[in-house]
C-alpha cells in the first residue's frame, strides 16, 4: 500500500487502509448475519422434524386394529327362544350377543365354561363394541339365526396395544392391564390365525365413542366436510365481490381507509373472539342449534374473509395498468375491464388466498369450542344443521382423554389433518404456478 501526500498539508495519509479495514468488517458482519440465519433455519427444521417424528411415532399404530376372528354360533334359544322376532322384530335388538361371543371365544381357546374367572378375563379380550356388530347383523339379516358364521370382532384396547407392543409385558403382571393367561390366549389365538391386525378401516368410518378400539373420525369428517363448503361457498364471493369494489370502484376517502384499516386488524384478531361473536349472534340472538355445522361454518367465514380479501386485493394489484387502460382504450365500460381482463387474471392469486384461508379454518378449534361443537356425537350429520364436530375438535377431545390406547387415536387424528393441510397447501401452490403470468 502506497502513501498518499495530502497537496494542502502535505502530510502522509492512510485512508485506503481504512477504508478496507471498513470493507472487512462489513464483510465479517454480513457473514455473522447469514450464520444467524442459516442457525434460526436450521432450529426451525430440527424442532418441526422432532414434532413430526413424534406425531407419526404415536400415530401410525392407528391406521391398524387388532381383531380377533371367530365362529359365532347364532343360537335360536339366545336371540329368539320365544320365535316372536316375525311379530316384534324389537326381540333381535334385545337379545344377549355378548354371550354368542362369549361362548365362541370359550370354545376357540377350549376354556372350561364352569370356570367363572377365566370365561370373565377371556371375554375382556373382546371390545365391547362387538355385540353391537353382531346385532347389526342379525338385525340386517335375521336368517342366519341358526347358523355358524365366521366374524372379525375388534380386540379389546388393551389386547390392541399389547398386540402392538405398546405394553411392556415384562414387567410384573400386577402393573399391567393384559395378565399373564390374556398374554397366553392371545398367543395361541395368534399361532392359529384367530388373533391379526388389520387395516383400522372404523378410524374414518366410526363416529366418536368411549371405547378407543371402536373411536373413529367419521363425523368429524363429515362435519369438516360441512364446515369448508359452507366456508367456500360465502367468503369466497363475498370476498371477492368486497375487493373488487375496494379496490376497483370505491373512492378513496376517509371511509374507505377505515374500511381498509379494519380488514386488517380483524385478520389479527384471535379466532377465540369470532366463536365469542358466533355465540351471542348466531346462537343467542338468531336461535340457530348449538353443535351445528352451519354456525361453525358462519364463524369460520367471518374469520377467513379478511385473509380472502386481503389476499384479493393484493392479487388485484399485481395486474399491470396497462391491461386496464388498454381494456379502457378499446371501448370497454369499467364493469367489462374489471370482469373480463382484470379478474381472471388476478384468478391464480384469488384461488391461492382462498385456499390457504380455508387451511386456516380447517385447523380452528377455539372457535368451535364455543358454539357447542364440542359435543360428543356419535353419528354422523345428514344436514348441517344437525350436531357435529369437526377434526381438530376431535383432536382436543381425544387429547383429554385417560385411556392410552386414545394416545395413538390422538395423533392418528392429527397426522390425517395435517395430511389435509399438505393437500390444501401443495394445491394451493400447484394453481399459482399453473396459472401465473409474470409481468
Known sequence: MTNIVSPIAGTMS??????????????????????????????????????????????????????????????????????????????????NYGALLRDALVKQLNINASSRPDVREASAMLSKSAPIQLRDMVVADPSIIGKTVNVTVLADANVDSANKGQIDLTVDEKNRKVNDKQV???????????????FNTGLFVNGNSSRPEAAGLGVALVGSLY????????????????????????????????????????????????????????????????????????????????????????????????????????GASKMQMVFHHVLPLAMPGILTG????????????????????????????????????????????????????FVERTSGAIIVLLLFLIVMNIGAILLRRRFERRW
Open 184 to 198: 397366553g390366549w392371545m398367543n395361541e389365538l395368534k399361532a392359529n390365525g384367530a388373533l391379526f391386525k388389520e
Open 227 to 330: 364446515l369448508m363448503l359452507i366456508v367456500l361457498v360465502l367468503s369466497l364471493p363475498i370476498g371477492v365481490a368486497a375487493s373488487i369494489y375496494l379496490e376497483e370502484f370505491a373512492m378513496k376517502n376517509k371511509v374507505t381507509d377505515l374500511i381498509e384499516v379494519n380488514i386488517n386488524n380483524l385478520a389479527a384478531v384471535p379466532s377465540i373472539v369470532y366463536g365469542l361473536l358466533g355465540l351471542s349472534v348466531f346462537i343467542n340472538f338468531a336461535g340457530l342449534p348449538r353443535s351445528a355445522s352451519l354456525v361453525g361454518g358462519l364463524v369460520l367465514t367471518l374469520m377467513t374473509l379478511p385473509t380472502i380479501i386481503i389476499a384479493t386485493r393484493a392479487a388485484l394489484r399485481a395486474v399491470p395498468p396497462s391491461i386496464r387502460a388498454a381494456a379502457l382504450g378499446l
Open 14 to 95: 492512510k485512508e485506503p487502509e481504512r477504508r478496507d479495514i471498513g470493507i472487512k468488517r462489513r464483510y465479517a458482519a454480513e457473514r455473522r448475519f447469514r450464520a444467524y440465519g442459516i442457525a434460526a433455519i436450521s432450529f426451525g427444521l430440527i424442532f418441526l422434524a422432532f414434532l413430526l417424528s413424534t406425531v407419526i411415532r404415536n400415530g401410525y399404530t392407528a391406521f391398524q386394529q387388532t381383531a380377533i376372528a371367530l365362529p359365532v354360533e347364532f343360537t335360536e334359544k339366545t336371540i329368539d327362544p320365544d320365535n316372536k322376532r316375525a311379530t316384534d322384530p324389537s326381540v333381535l335388538i334385545a337379545a
Open 354 to 405: 382462498t385456499i390457504i384461508g380455508l387451511a386456516h379454518a380447517l385447523g380452528e378449534t377455539a372457535p368451535l369450542l364455543l358454539i357447542g361443537m364440542v359435543a360428543f356425537v356419535a353419528s354422523a350429520p345428514a344436514t348441517p344443521l344437525d350436531p357435529s364436530t369437526a377434526l381438530p375438535v376431535q383432536v382436543y377431545m381425544w387429547a383429554n382423554e385417560a385411556e392410552r390406547a
